[in-house]
């Protein structure tokens, strides 16, 4: 059974989740000093960079969970706040791993 803190965080994609505790502060990312996935895509990416970078990742809240979401699901969404920079960010990361 999901703890209390689980639904907290909730979301979408692994980087919506991470961001959502990031924002919260929430004990989970105190209480673990090293962080890893288990395949590597864009979301992947993005969370394990949003624990390693908290107040970065704050700053970039809704880009990022834009990135994650067009790099999970292939979806773009112009009116989202964030979506512009998120395209951005996700087409880089695209170019990088090439």
Sequence with gaps: MPS????LIAGDTTSSM???????????LARHKKVSVNHFD????ISVWSAC??????DF???????AAIGDF??????ELGSDLGLKICCWINTMER
């Design 61 to 67: 809240f809704d880009a990022l969970v834009q990135a």
């Design 42 to 45: 864009i979301d992947a990416f």
């Design 4 to 7: 209390a803190s689980s639904s």
């Design 74 to 79: 292939r979806e773009f969404d112009h009116t």
């Design 18 to 28: 991470v961001l959502n505790a990031v924002m919260q502060g929430n004990e989970i």
């Design 53 to 58: 970078n908290p107040s970065l990742a704050k």
